[in-house]
């Protein structure tokens, strides 16, 4: 006798297989002159024992089989399960303020940094688990960058109320500290430099991006030596405004720089030496810093449509031709004669995302800025 399974689940698969193996027995002592005879009720008995465990241990062990619960966010194929709780922990003992930036480090360490100075820099397992915490000098501590020289990383940290930019070891050894650049011929004093971002070339040499001030970007050579000045505030497209972030972008050769243009909801693409080559268009999207991981483009969106609409944030996802194709949280992307409509909030899951960091299993983590004091959030990739 042929016996028919539909693969329908896991579960349904085994209750299959039991409901089959007990047909076929059934068949069988039917068949058997001597089925009632005490020999044949014995093993009757003792299969119907056997199967009556299988069965139990179906029921015991169907979660194991059971997809994770929850809502899933995101479009496109680029879609995630959000934990609230991943970073949480004792506010008493490890509080944080802002949560600004994220990154991972070589050990496949998640590190957090945040503005409150009793530990600026909090360092998580990809589970969530505490590893470590240091730092209490920096009150403006707002971007983090990670660069590996030689096999060793190393952290660029923004303060934004001390108007400086420091390099570091992962630990947090201070290495080196760049002030406001007097020689620029542009800044009269320190309080007109209010650094928000940096990245670092393969050769040492770095650039910061002067979000929160005079909207300039500057280059340094590895030794803290400023090599050459782009940007600034003003009307033109080659003119920055909140420049919140910056990215060396590798996806393509020659390699070009990603500037942030938050609040004209765009990124924009230079040279390398700061000639401006694209605009790349977000409506409906005030971005926060570039992050790029394989093929994509990250951006946490820290309001939409505009920088005055309050609790409105998202995440969102390019792909490798800088086309949006996924918003966690945020309304599905949609493109009319190749040109993107305005994006919004559809969600409410964030109040002020203000970055996202991937891991190499390309699950995400988003830190958020004026959003009560929460700890970041993790996405697993579904």
């Avoid at 998640?110 to 590893?131: F, M």
């Avoid at 501590?141 to 420091?166: R, S």
């Avoid at 390309?362 to 004026?370: E, G, M, P, S, T």
Wanted: a positive charge.
């Amino acid at each position: 006798m042929n016996c028919l399974i539909i693969f329908l689940s896991p579960t349904k698969y085994l209750r299959g297989i039991i409901r089959c193996v007990a047909l076929l027995y059934y068949i069988t002592i039917c068949n058997n002159e001597n089925a009632n005879d005490k020999k044949s009720k014995m093993k009757r008995r003792t299969f119907l024992q056997q199967t009556s465990l299988l069965a139990g241990s179906i029921i015991i062990t169907k979660d194991l089989f059971a997809k994770p619960k929850g809502p899933v966010y995101g479009h496109n194929g680029m879609q995630y399960r959000m934990d609230v709780k991943w970073g949480a922990l004792n506010p008493a003992k490890h509080p944080v303020n802002d949560c600004h930036e994220m990154v991972e480090d070589k050990k496949d360490r998640i590190i957090l940094l945040t503005n409150e100075t009793k530990n600026n820099v909090i360092v998580y397992t990809k589970s969530g688990k505490l590893l470590d915490t240091w730092g209490h000098q920096f009150p403006g501590a707002h971007g983090l960058t990670l660069h590996n020289e030689n096999g060793e990383d190393f952290l660029y940290i923004t303060d934004i109320t001390l108007h400086q930019v420091y390099k570091t070891t992962i630990d947090g050894k201070l290495l080196m500290t760049i002030d406001y650049p007097a020689e620029t011929g542009v800044y009269k004093k320190k309080e007109e430099f209010v650094p928000t971002e940096t990245t670092v070339l393969d050769n040492g040499d770095f650039y910061i991006a002067d979000g929160y001030g005079a909207q300039y970007v500057m280059q340094y050579d590895a030794n803290g030596k400023l090599k050459n000045f782009f940007g600034g505030r003003g009307d033109g497209t080659e003119h920055l405004d909140n420049a919140h972030g910056i990215l060396v972008d590798k996806r393509q050769d020659p390699h070009t720089l990603l500037v942030t243009d938050r609040t004209r909801n765009c990124f924009k693409r230079f040279s390398m030496d700061g000639k401006l080559i694209e605009v790349i268009a977000l409506p409906g999207a005030c971005v926060c810093r570039p992050v790029i991981h394989g093929d994509h483009l990250y951006a946490a969106v820290l309001r939409s449509p505009d920088m005055n609409a309050e609790k409105s944030g998202f995440v969102t996802i390019l792909d490798k031709n800088n086309k949006v194709v996924s918003n966690i949280g945020g309304t599905e992307p949609i493109y009319k004669d190749g040109k993107l409509q305005p994006m919004a909030q559809a969600e409410k899951i964030f109040i002020h995302p203000h970055d996202v960091c991937v891991d190499d299993d390309k699950n995400l983590y988003v830190a958020q800025w004026a959003s009560g004091k929460v700890y970041p959030y993790k996405f697993t990739r579904v």
